[in-house]
């Protein structure tokens, strides 16, 4: 294991009449990668981690389901929160996800890269038919790259800009 050690502290303080918190974070490593990467791929995979559970309260949502415990008391206790802060929820986390995290082919990776798309956010940017415009980029690429975001993200690109 490259993470030795690992402790964390938590202190609040007092900004502009506001109580904050700020965290601090020690890492410890064998020397195989530093702290700041090992940071780095924690939290890309604790990331990775809590998307499916946005996407699921989203669906949830859209059918009108509502889980509930005995109590009747909602499943997710944090169904209430508004649509503007789920969607900047969702724009800070897709902004810090890679492109290689859709584990793409090398021939759309590369396609993508080279016309900076390097984030998830980067690419909701785009359309089905903008895709097909990229040079090299074919359908089959594109019906890689639609399949990845579904399945790893359950997100549908619009076929033309008219649908953003």
């Given at each position: 294991?490259?993470?030795?050690?690992?402790?964390?502290s938590?202190?609040?303080?007092?900004?502009?009449?506001?109580?904050?918190?700020?965290?601090?974070?020690?890492?410890?490593?064998?020397?195989?990668?530093?702290?700041?990467?090992a940071?780095?791929?924690?939290?890309?995979?604790?990331?990775?981690?809590?998307?499916?559970?946005?996407?699921?309260?989203?669906?949830?949502?859209?059918?009108?389901?509502?889980?509930?415990?005995?109590?009747?008391?909602?499943?997710?206790?944090?169904?209430?929160?508004?649509?503007?802060?789920e969607?900047?929820?969702?724009?800070?986390?897709?902004?810090?996800?890679?492109?290689?995290?859709?584990?793409?082919?090398?021939?759309?990776y590369?396609?993508?890269?080279?016309?900076?798309?390097?984030?998830i956010?980067?690419?909701?940017?785009?359309?089905?038919?903008?895709?097909?415009?990229?040079?090299?980029?074919?359908k089959?690429?594109?019906?890689?790259?639609?399949?990845?975001?579904?399945?790893?993200?359950?997100?549908?690109?619009?076929?033309?800009?008219?649908?953003?």
């Amino acid at each position: 294991m490259p993470i030795r050690n690992a402790n964390y502290s938590v202190h609040s303080f007092e900004s502009e009449k506001k109580i904050k918190e700020i965290l601090f974070l020690e890492v410890w490593t064998d020397g195989s990668l530093t702290p700041k990467e090992a940071l780095y791929e924690a939290s890309r995979n604790l990331i990775d981690l809590f998307i499916p559970l946005i996407n699921s309260e989203k669906k949830e949502k859209n059918f009108g389901i509502e889980k509930t415990n005995e109590s009747n008391m909602s499943y997710f206790p944090f169904q209430s929160v508004s649509l503007d802060i789920e969607k900047m929820t969702k724009d800070v986390a897709f902004k810090h996800i890679f492109i290689d995290q859709l584990e793409l082919p090398a021939r759309a990776y590369n396609c993508l890269k080279k016309v900076n798309v390097h984030t998830i956010a980067d690419l909701l940017t785009y359309s089905e038919d903008d895709l097909i415009k990229i040079k090299n980029f074919g359908k089959k690429s594109v019906e890689q790259v639609l399949e990845a975001l579904r399945k790893r993200f359950s997100i549908q690109l619009p076929k033309n800009k008219n649908y953003l």
